[in-house]
């Protein structure tokens, strides 16, 4: 970094000395598949914000899953065979985009700002979209009844769970990764039974959940080395595992049902290997738990059928319970791109923050990371802190949502 670039650097430092920060509300928003509805919990005050939208283009939509890039919101509805664009901003729907009719859509993954992946769980296939024409622009075949998508290192790793709809069986559980860009198949990795879920660890494996068959096969995780393409390890759990979110502590948890009294979250070390709690001593939370995301202070968040969502620390203990719509069934937290400290603005307190991290030695952007990434180039270096530079002060374009599990190393 020459001398010019240096001094600019240093001098925008003292600025933000001089600068104070506004802190603006953390979100959790809640996919609610019975009420079709969307809730907003607010993390800091704890308020609830229910059917704030309603969700799908007719009733029985089955919304089935939320992704949140920036301002925007992307909920899979499964049995209308669409996605709905919601401005987050506003609360309002602004399109649909329309998949094949039948195909039951399940699971969105997005590669950028521009190109997207989901599943189709009846087709056994993948359609790939253009997020700006909201429009499908390619599908090809995956393995049977395809579920839940990652990408990581320029490759899409389909979870295809194997269910059979005419016999209600399930075949051999794989993964099939295809190279984006040609969307040419790499490798077919066989896994457990039911493979449906999966996510990303700080060491750039991806965890795949093999629920089994609810009866006599039950749960493991399988770890996959994106690297090599190869399973490298397994979590033996028990029980019927589903969702699975692993937090910047680099503890996994997972949505383990709980059909009858209360419901399960088990949770392991994502790095050892180690299982903290799972069939033989889960954390019990509500009836019925279908959904866990972990937050950045180490805590998660739970929604079971009961209609609620709970804060739980990691020995289960409540802290929070927010009152939410009919079902919830998946949630996602809102995260702004540029937002390099974590707190929920963008101003210049980001630039330095992110000066200091790349440069001086200072801590690393808050968890997830790929805020940081706000050319959306792949990569977190010095052109992002031009990017965010003109963006703040010269009137540029505004940080792009990130690539988020796509280089080893680039945590989420």
Not at 147 to 174: C, E, M, Q, W
Not at 285 to 312: E, P
Not at 339 to 365: H, K, M, R, T
């Amino acid at each position: 970094m020459n001398s010019i670039v240096k001094k600019a650097l240093l001098t925008l430092s003292l600025v933000g000395l001089l600068t104070a920060s506004a802190v603006a509300d953390s979100y959790l928003y809640v996919v609610n598949s019975i009420g079709e509805t969307l809730s907003r919990i607010n993390r800091d005050n704890g308020s609830v914000d229910n059917n704030l939208i309603s969700l799908g283009s007719d009733i029985n939509s089955a919304p089935n899953q939320l992704v949140v890039r920036d301002t925007l919101a992307y909920v899979v509805c499964s049995v209308t065979d669409e996605i709905q664009v919601i401005d987050l901003n506003s609360s309002s729907t602004v399109g649909f985009i329309s998949l094949p009719a039948g195909s039951n859509p399940y699971w969105l993954a997005c590669y950028n700002d521009t190109t997207a992946y989901v599943s189709l769980l009846a087709n056994n296939g993948v359609a790939k979209i253009d997020l700006i024409s909201r429009t499908v622009v390619d599908q090809f075949p995956v393995g049977k009844s395809p579920a839940g998508l990652a990408i990581a290192r320029h490759k899409l790793y389909v979870v295809n769970s194997g269910f059979d709809f005419g016999t209600f069986t399930y075949d051999p559980g794989t993964v099939t990764v295809y190279d984006i860009g040609p969307d040419t198949l790499v490798e077919t990795i066989a896994t457990g039974l039911n493979p449906q879920f999966v996510d990303r660890d700080r060491q750039g494996r991806l965890h795949v959940v093999c629920t089994g068959n609810y009866s006599s096969v039950f749960g493991a995780v399988y770890l996959l080395d994106p690297a090599a393409d190869e399973v490298v390890d397994s979590v033996l759990t028990g029980g019927s595992p589903g969702q699975i979110a692993i937090g910047p502590d680099n503890i996994a948890y997972l949505a383990a049902g709980g059909f009858t009294e209360d419901g399960f979250v088990f949770s392991y070390d994502a790095g050892s290997g180690a299982v903290y709690h799972a069939s033989a001593n889960p954390l019990a939370v509500d009836q019925n738990c279908l959904a866990v995301t972990a937050s950045a202070d180490s805590t998660v968040y739970a929604a079971s059928f009961t209609d609620f969502v709970q804060r739980i620390d990691s020995s289960g203990a409540e802290l929070n319970r927010y009152a939410v719509g009919d079902g919830p069934i998946h949630q996602a937290p809102a995260y702004r791109p540029g937002d390099v400290n974590g707190d929920f603005e963008v101003d210049l307190s980001d630039i330095i923050y992110l000066v200091n991290s790349l440069f001086l030695g200072g801590p690393p952007p808050a968890w997830p990371a790929w805020r940081a990434n706000v050319n959306g180039d792949f990569n977190r270096d010095l052109a992002d802190v031009i990017h965010l530079v003109n963006y703040s002060f010269l009137g540029g374009p505004a940080p792009k949502v990130g690539p988020t599990w796509i280089q080893q190393g680039f945590e989420r």
